[in-house]
């Protein structure tokens, strides 16, 4: 059997991008950082000015996911939809975000969609496309302490 192609393996992929869902919305990175490579890479192409749109690195990744828990009262990632892909270290995913802002009470509601890359039961790439223009409405003057 391909390696690529491993029923079992793919299982194990689909659970990693789950815990990735439930544990950012818990807001537990401490747990969630231990998902990812050293040399992982967060990808947000649509990012805003002012917002990265790629950060490199566990401990970069880590810096800043670690805000989550005093910017955000609340997190859920609801309507998710995770595809396997033919290649069992990717997935496909499409789920909606919805946020409150701690500071302004502001909701942050977007439609997400990203592509999940593991080696060995591990994020080294995630590739997050959502809608900037949304980002931007809600997080508005606030978006330099993101």
Same mark, same amino acid.
């Given at each position: 059997?391909?390696?690529?192609?491993?029923?079992?393996?793919?299982?194990?992929?689909?659970?990693?991008?789950? /815990?990735?869902f439930n544990l !950012?919305?818990?807001?537990?990175?401490?747990?969630?950082? /231990? !998902?990812?490579?050293? /040399?992982?890479? %967060? %990808?947000?192409? @649509? $990012?805003?000015? +002012?917002?990265?749109? *790629?950060?490199?690195? =566990?401990?970069?990744? @880590?810096? %800043?996911?670690?805000?989550?828990? =005093?910017?955000? =009262?609340?997190?859920? &990632?609801?309507?998710?939809?995770?595809?396997?892909?033919?290649?069992? /270290?990717?997935? &496909? $995913?499409? @789920? *909606?975000?919805?946020?409150?802002?701690?500071?302004?009470?502001?909701? @942050?509601?977007?439609?997400?969609?990203?592509? &999940?890359?593991?080696?060995?039961?591990? !994020?080294?790439?995630?590739?997050?496309?959502?809608?900037? !223009?949304? &980002?931007?409405? $809600?997080? +508005?003057?606030?978006?330099? =302490?993101?």
């Amino acid at each position: 059997m391909n390696p690529n192609t491993d029923p079992i393996k793919r299982e194990r992929t689909v659970q990693v991008v789950s /815990d990735f869902f439930n544990l !950012l919305e818990t807001m537990n990175i401490e747990q969630w950082i /231990d !998902l990812w490579t050293e /040399d992982g890479v %967060h %990808h947000m192409p @649509y $990012a805003p000015s +002012g917002f990265p749109n *790629r950060v490199e690195g =566990k401990t970069a990744i @880590y810096r %800043h996911f670690n805000v989550l828990p =005093k910017t955000i =009262k609340r997190m859920a &990632f609801v309507d998710r939809k995770i595809y396997p892909m033919l290649n069992s /270290d990717q997935v &496909f $995913a499409e @789920y *909606r975000g919805e946020v409150e802002i701690a500071d302004t009470g502001r909701p @942050y509601n977007n439609n997400y969609c990203g592509l &999940f890359q593991l080696r060995e039961n591990r !994020l080294v790439s995630v590739t997050e496309y959502f809608n900037p !223009l949304v &980002f931007i409405e $809600a997080f +508005g003057d606030t978006l330099q =302490k993101v």
